[in-house]
């Protein structure tokens, strides 16, 4: 049962430090390694399934992911069911995934209608420059609403999942301490994006190494099979592992903003600035 908040959570103004959410995040997953990448890749894996729910499982999923970083930031044990904690709250959570995926849908809408206007015309009509154009403007929509979404909601469904606060009074708050934040968000969006480089690149670099291979005769066949294997599991180890990390940074900067609850559920005064292991409350 659900219960009723009565007074909102206080936040911190200025509070996230970006690089040691990041950090503080990999110091959390790295002895549990194997239990983030099997955890994170079987949900990601329900995701990419299941397209049509995938829409409606993205907040549950998410919210599973937080939680258990929630856990082992009070150094609780978790097991591997508590990914799918986020299925308890699962109206709450699927209300804020939605609207956190609000920029996907506008850009398959823009996709769909650029390539619906492309088919009278045919492909070998339409201007190298035209195309160009429309595609650099469905793109550059869906760039600013994702980081806009991306900014103003990354606390809505940490909000759902501890404080059990309703879809709108989450929304609502997370804009409202997103924007008292805005200069470590996005500092810390850019460390984000700066640490999936490395762990991207090497993606392409075997794809390389699997054409190039595959047009040598015979050892070409074996040397790609292999490649294939290795990009396999690169991507089965290393994305859910960078996911993890990232998520998590996510729920460190969230704590840094919001302090813990105490066991009562009671909002008393939030702790000192330099608790959870950083100067939160005193940065930016």
Request: aromatic share 16%; with cysteine; glycine share 8%.
């Amino acid at each position: 049962m659900r219960q009723p908040i009565h007074r909102l959570p206080s936040f911190y103004s200025g509070a996230i430090v970006p690089w040691d959410c990041v950090r503080n995040s990999w110091e959390v997953v790295k002895p549990d390694k194997l239990r983030f990448i099997g955890g994170i890749f079987v949900l990601f894996l329900l995701l990419s399934c299941l397209p049509c729910f995938g829409y409606l499982l993205f907040g549950p999923v998410m919210a599973g992911i937080y939680f258990v970083f929630l856990l082992r930031m009070e150094n609780k044990s978790f097991f591997f069911n508590d990914f799918f904690k986020g299925f308890e709250q699962f109206w709450p959570t699927v209300g804020v995934g939605l609207i956190q995926l609000i920029p996907d849908v506008i850009y398959a809408i823009l996709y769909f209608a650029f390539n619906s206007a492309l088919e009278p015309r045919g492909s070998r009509n339409i201007r190298l420059e035209e195309f160009l154009f429309a595609f650099g403007f469905i793109f550059l929509v869906y760039f600013i609403l994702s980081i806009t979404f991306k900014v103003l909601l990354i606390f809505a469904l940490p909000l759902v999942v501890e404080r059990r606060l309703g879809v709108l009074e989450a929304i609502k708050l997370s804009i409202k301490a997103a924007l008292r934040n805005l200069g470590g968000i996005i500092v810390l969006i850019i460390l984000q994006i700066l640490i999936s480089i490395p762990a991207v690149l090497p993606i392409f670099i075997i794809w390389a190494f699997v054409l190039v291979i595959a047009l040598i005769p015979f050892l070409g066949v074996f040397l790609s099979i292999f490649g294939i294997i290795c990009l396999i599991a690169y991507i089965v180890i290393a994305f859910p592992l960078l996911g993890a990390v990232v998520l998590g940074s996510n729920v460190f900067a969230y704590r840094q903003v919001f302090p813990k609850l105490d066991s009562d559920d009671i909002f008393h005064s939030p702790p000192p600035p330099t608790a959870y292991g950083s100067e939160y409350g005193t940065a930016m």
